[in-house]
């Protein structure tokens, strides 16, 4: 893969072949020293050893989807605010899919999904280093119906339509890095923006959703807002209860 748009964003731009879990090849590389800007992406089409949410792992068909890994190191002071980095994530994500599917419903299901149409294209995971945040994406590209993982999940492929991976790419870069910057300049989501934006792609707000916390709870409510702190509100019969990025388990749009 050229990309000339992403390398010239990128600090640099690493693309590999295969690659086991490109979060976990770029934390390596991190860890010994390698010389990595901001922001340096690592990414491969054939991932073997993809890592998810509660450390599942997953393996994708070569050259079906994109696994992207962006090391970010100019950070707010303030690591309060680092909890709306995934967001930062996901909102850029959500713009890059979107302006490559006009007239789709593309949007963010709280806190690290971006659906197409109700349906998974784009899975987020956010890591902390000692030398700055690794955000890894995993896009559905060429995946074929047969080959999603799951029935809620979607593709560039199913939906007829040929990414331009260098544009998506791009997008989300040059959008992330500019909404990370917002947020280190002000060390505030609100007075950054970056509130008022992840809320409105959040496809969460407004609707009936099912929240698993990691101890079992079972919470089912009406999802009404974000906190300042990117904590997801959900109405429980009357009760406001915050939900915290890291305790979800999945908020399904029911």
């Given amino acids: 893969m050229r990309l000339p748009r992403t390398r010239a964003l990128a600090d640099p731009l690493i693309v590999l072949d295969t690659c086991g879990s490109t979060n976990a090849e770029l934390r390596g590389r991190v860890d ?22 509660l450390d599942r792992t997953w393996a994708t068909p070569a050259g079906s989807a994109l696994a992207v890994s962006t090391l970010l190191r100019d950070l707010p002071d303030d690591t309060d605010a680092w ?3 995934p967001l930062a994530a996901g909102v850029a994500m959500t713009d890059a899919v979107a302006a490559q599917l006009p007239g789709r419903d593309v949007g963010l299901k709280w806190p690290n999904d971006v659906l197409v149409d109700g349906r998974k294209i784009c899975g987020i995971l956010a890591e902390v280093t000692a030398r700055g945040i690794i955000v890894g994406t995993g896009v559905n590209t060429s995946m074929t119906e047969a080959q999603l993982p799951v029935q809620t999940a979607t593709s560039f492929a199913v939906l007829g339509v040929g990414v331009d991976v260098d544009r998506l790419l791009a997008d989300y870069l040059s959008a992330l890095t500019a909404l990370v910057a917002e947020l280190t300049r002000s060390a505030d989501a609100v007075a950054s923006g970056l509130h008022a934006e992840a809320e409105r792609r959040c496809l969460s707000i407004g609707r009936d959703v099912d929240v698993t916390l990691p101890g079992g709870e079972a919470l089912h409510g009406r999802a009404v807002r974000l906190q300042h702190d990117g904590c997801l509100v959900v109405d429980v019969d009357g009760t406001a209860r915050a939900v915290a990025a890291g305790d979800v388990v999945h908020a399904r749009l029911t």
Avoid: K, N, S, Y
């Fill in 32 to 53: 010994a020293g390698e010389r990595l800007g901001h922001p340096a992406v690592l990414l491969t089409d054939a991932q073997t050893a993809g890592r998810g949410r």
């Fill in 83 to 85: 909890g709306w980095i």
